[in-house]
């Protein structure tokens, strides 16, 4: 199985910038995508962006996209995720997941880091 810790949420003012960095453990070589979603109160988990694990470019949902950057480190087995320009709107709980396939469902989830964005 693989193992993913989530740090670096906290409280921000908006236009700020936070970094998350997710590291995972345990049977990483099983890893082929990793991605970051949201919860925020009341709502759905939704999908951030992501990227795959052995190379490529990163991806990520049209709400983010210019603002939001996802890097990894394969050395360390970390997935960072870089937010500037913060808005109230990305208040959530943010998860790291990671996936064996290509496609379909995430199958590891870590537990989560609040990010809480104040107008």
């Known amino acids: 199985q693989v193992q993913l810790v989530e740090s670096g949420g906290g409280l921000v003012q908006a236009g700020g910038s936070l970094r998350l960095s997710c590291a995972a453990s345990?049977?990483?070589?099983?890893?082929?995508?990793m991605a970051w979603f949201r919860q925020a109160p009341g709502k759905e988990r939704e999908f951030v962006g992501g990227i795959v694990w052995s190379g490529g470019s990163a991806y990520y949902d049209e709400s983010v996209k210019g603002r939001f950057t996802i890097s990894r480190d394969n050395a360390k087995n970390t997935v960072d995720l870089q937010m500037n320009s913060l808005k109230p709107e990305d208040t959530a709980v943010y998860y790291c997941?990671?996936?064996?396939?290509?496609?379909?469902?995430?199958?590891?989830w870590g537990q989560g880091t609040q990010v809480t964005v104040s107008a």
């Open positions: 997941t990671a996936s064996p396939s290509s496609g379909g469902a995430y199958d590891f």
């Open positions: 345990g049977r990483t070589f099983l890893l082929y995508r």
